[in-house]
């Protein structure tokens, strides 16, 4: 007679295959919410650039306000402040006056922390265009 009954070898097949699926589970939703986290910075990367837009179009020469703008917009998820993670660039027309352009792109690397990937990083860039809406062209 078998020492083991079939009823505890179903037990212990049963109790490996939880094991793997809920392993399987979690690095999934690990992985959604590490993605949720990278598009949520984008956002709050994309409001920024568009708050320093905003305020270029109005000063385009006021390169400095720009950054200031855009680095006060946010500290969570992403410390826009931190000049080592986050780099702004901003870029006119010639001449920077009334129905010319300007562009103010925000950079950010996001760095996933998923199992089996955690240290690879995201480039985030968000870049909007606005019409300068003054001073009026000479």
């Known amino acids: ?48 650039a568009q708050e320093g837009a905003i305020y270029g179009s109005v000063h385009p020469d006021d390169t400095a306000g720009i950054s200031t703008r855009i680095r006060e917009t946010s ?8 000049t080592d993670l986050v780099s702004i660039t901003v870029q006119t027309s010639d001449p920077a006056c009334l129905g010319g352009w300007i562009q103010v792109t925000v950079n950010y690397d996001h760095v996933m922390f998923m199992p089996f990937f955690s240290g690879t990083v995201i480039p985030l860039h968000a870049t909007v265009t606005d019409t300068i809406l003054s001073p009026i062209c000479p």
């Open 1 to 48: 007679m078998n020492r083991y009954s079939n009823k505890n070898r179903q037990k212990g097949q049963s109790m490996i295959e939880l094991a793997i699926t809920i392993t399987a589970l979690i690095w999934l939703i690990s992985g959604v919410v590490d993605l949720g986290m990278a598009f949520f910075s984008y956002v709050t990367l994309f409001d920024a």
């Open 75 to 82: 500290t969570n998820p992403v410390d826009l402040g931190d």
